[in-house]
């Protein structure tokens, strides 16, 4: 544990000076900081002179809003923020080893905070009351520096979000599949309470919210990239959220994935996205640029199909879709869509449509296909010209209950863990993830062939939504669980 130092720092010419809990280093003064110690700060930061950073965690715990600025380099090794009335950057800011969010709005005005490459997550548990955000065009920038992997391990979670009406967390993952990062490689996230400035006002549909996402020295990346908004983001005009898709902008071209929204038929068609709009993110894989992100639907012009609802449940190991129109218009089929990682999708069924139709109008079909891991479904509607209009997508698990569950369910921190698999025998790894995809629990496991209970006590767990993972070399699944007080 960092130990509270009153003199942990020492002017090698010059002077600074302590006033009201704050530091101000005056030009033509060199401060050196020195051992691994913590230097509170309840005032504001002013360096004007060269400071010298060392181990040291800069506290700022101030009751008033605190400020960082003056005309000097502002390096620090360490930084954690606990002030609810937030802090303000005057002057760009790097932190090289770690960044703690406690409490308290992070507001990098017009300046820039960059995280070192040793920086692998944001400590803390950043939310709408411990987040970065920017009132000008200050951008949080993330340093690169290892060869990316092709799973999830290194993902990194850009802690964004707006205050400009209401405090709203709109969190950035980035999670790189491959790339060439060169010595000064990082990606710049600034994020916007407004919709993509780029959208005409035909769009009526779309997320009221814009990222835009830049790199810098790096070149041949593939990467997928997770943008959460909230409900008060959604204009969804005629449509319905289902309908809204990630698109992103770049001089003067449009990119879409898959070629979902009819509006744009001269956008660049660049990987697959889908929208999760239980969880409020949208997901795009499989991107070779960066660009302006926004989230929209078409223009809400008359669709041939008006879609009632699109659900799916598992019933004796199969997947039974349902679906209802309330009308149609010049409607001729329904192509069935399976996916079972939510991108690759191939056609397993097709569905004459009623053609026309001003009443309820009733599908259903059933995947006999038998399987126990979650799949993804979506509807891709055709009408007689040939338009079409995608619906989903939705996702079905026909996990059993009483072979892979955790109870009680919702739980306080404490639960337990019932596995009786035959996929899951001997080594089995569980992680517990939170609601933002960090690792919050990890525990090794032999399982044994027929019912197998493990008490799991997690004090440390908050209130909300938790995703468990069992994984063992050939199978992965997740489950939810629900803490509650």
Same mark, same amino acid.
């Given at each position: ?34 051992? *691994?110690?913590?230097? $509170? ?38 930084? &954690? ?23 308290? +709005? ?19 548990? =950043?939310? &709408? ?61 600034? $994020? ?31 990467? &997928? ?12 005009? =005629? ?6 898709? =990630? $698109? ?43 660009? $302006? ?7 809400? #012009? ?8 699109? %659900? ?22 329904? *192509? ?12 397993? +069924? ?11 109008? #009733?599908?259903?079909?059933?995947? !006999? ?38 109870? =009680? ?24 993830? *939170? ?26 767990? #908050? ?10 070399? !050939? ?5 939810? +669980?629900?803490? %509650?007080?």
């Amino acid at each position: 544990m960092k130990k509270v130092l009153s003199i942990i720092c020492i002017t090698l010419f010059g002077s600074y000076g302590i006033s009201q809990g704050g530091m101000v280093i005056n030009s033509g003064t060199q401060l050196v900081c020195q051992g *691994d110690v913590k230097l $509170v700060v309840t005032g504001d930061f002013v360096n004007n002179g060269v400071f010298n950073s060392g181990n040291e965690v800069m506290y700022f715990s101030g009751s008033n809003k605190q400020f960082i600025g003056g005309s000097g380099t502002n390096s620090f090794y360490g930084f &954690e923020l606990n002030n609810a009335a937030g802090l303000d950057l005057g002057s760009n800011v790097e932190v090289t080893n770690t960044l703690n969010l406690s409490n308290g +709005h992070l507001d990098l005005t017009n300046f820039n905070m960059t995280l070192g490459g040793a920086i692998n997550a944001v400590n803390g548990t =950043p939310s &709408e009351s411990n987040m970065i955000v920017s009132s000008g065009s200050g951008e949080i920038r993330k340093r690169f520096t290892e060869a990316p992997v092709s799973d999830d391990s290194d993902a990194f979670i850009f802690p964004v979000g707006t205050n400009n009406t209401s405090n709203e967390y709109t969190p950035v993952i980035m999670n790189f599949q491959s790339a060439n990062f060169g010595p000064d490689a990082y990606v710049s996230v600034h $994020v916007e309470d407004a919709k993509n400035p780029f959208l005409g006002t035909d769009v009526t549909t779309y997320i009221d919210r814009n990222w835009t996402i830049e790199p810098n020295d790096m070149s041949d990346y593939n990467y &997928e990239v997770k943008l959460y908004y909230t409900d008060e983001d959604l204009v969804l005009g =005629p449509l319905i959220e289902g309908d809204i898709t =990630p $698109v992103k902008y770049s001089n003067g071209t449009w990119y879409e994935p898959q070629g979902l929204i009819p509006d744009f038929p001269d956008a660049v068609e660049q990987g697959s996205a889908f929208i999760f709009a239980s969880s409020n993110y949208m997901v795009w894989g499989d991107l070779t640029s960066f660009s $302006v992100f926004g989230g929209a639907g078409g223009t809400g #012009e008359p669709l041939p199909v008006e879609l009632l609802s699109f %659900s799916g449940k598992c019933q004796n190991q199969t997947s039974v879709l349902n679906w209802s129109t309330a009308s149609e218009y010049n409607s001729a089929y329904f *192509d069935i869509e399976k996916s079972e990682n939510g991108f690759d999708w191939e056609v397993i +069924h097709s569905v004459d449509a009623a053609g026309f139709s001003s009443s309820l109008v #009733e599908y259903q079909y059933v995947d !006999l296909n038998k399987f126990y891991n979650t799949s993804y479904y979506r509807l891709n509607q055709f009408d007689i010209d040939g338009r079409n209009e995608y619906y989903g997508p939705i996702e079905v698990s026909c996990e059993e209950q009483s072979r892979l569950m955790t109870f =009680p369910n919702p739980s306080d921190a404490s639960f337990s863990l019932l596995i009786n698999d035959p996929r899951f025998l001997g080594e089995v790894n569980i992680k517990i993830l *939170d609601a933002h995809g960090k690792i919050v629990g990890f525990k090794e496991l032999n399982v044994l062939e027929g019912v197998n209970v493990y008490p799991w006590n997690g004090n440390s767990l #908050e209130e909300g939504m938790y995703f468990i993972s069992l994984e063992t070399p !050939l199978n992965n699944v997740t489950l939810r +669980h629900v803490v %509650s007080e």
